[in-house]
């Protein structure tokens, strides 16, 4: 098998409906894609969700940082290119690069991934899935950004309160893990984004939060541009932790 047979390409637009008041594709929006990448890629190669689903297991992201020179404009074509670059037994390291329309990468994002039991949401191993196949797709193409780092807030006080509706809750039946992102963003006012745009974002998922759970967000700047984000449900449980770097 060769390098680039384990990598996957997949091909989309900035719609309209897809871009934020600056023309540029959303943060959220590109997530929601990264993600579907992960998932068309893992189910061509025999270990996407239909498949683990069928076996009572599912896929859930643990970590994702994203850093970006640019986003695509509304209208422009891009591509999103997905590999497969560690196996651990309770984990494995997804990255990706997004190209545009000339063809330039324009950012990268890496992510980890579980496979965790729907009847006891505890990880299993993955060197055990399909004979432990999915090591042959492990690729050594390049990722030039850092890994996901550690997050740290001291902030006690929140900045926001918010309860989950309706539209934050997945197939899975908790908060989805883009809708952090979208809430995490809006805690910041319209004029920053107006002057700067975020050239990194990270994510660290660390509990799950369901349909009418209280969201308290709690936000520590550790420097000229860049924050700390903690998200506790109902007061005391953390389930994400986030840092946003502007430039």
Known sequence: MTEDS?????DFVAEPFHVDFTGKLTMGV???HLLNCAGFHASERGFGMATLNENHYTWVLSRLAIELDA?????EKFS???WVENVYRLFTDRNFALVNQEGKTIGYARSVWAMISMETRKPADLLTLHGGSIVDYVCDKPCPIEKPGRIKVTETNPIAEYQTKYSDIDVNGHVNSIKYIEHILDLFPLEQFKEKRVCRFEMAYVAES???DTLSFYQEKVGADEYHIEVKKNGTEV???????FE
């Open 6 to 10: 384990k990598i996957g390409t997949y």
């Open 30 to 32: 590109l997530g929601n």
């Open 239 to 245: 389930v994400v932790r986030s840092k946003v770097i």
């Open 210 to 212: 369901y349909y009418g």
């Open 71 to 75: 986003l695509p404009n509304q209208y």
């Open 80 to 82: 999103i290119q997905t």
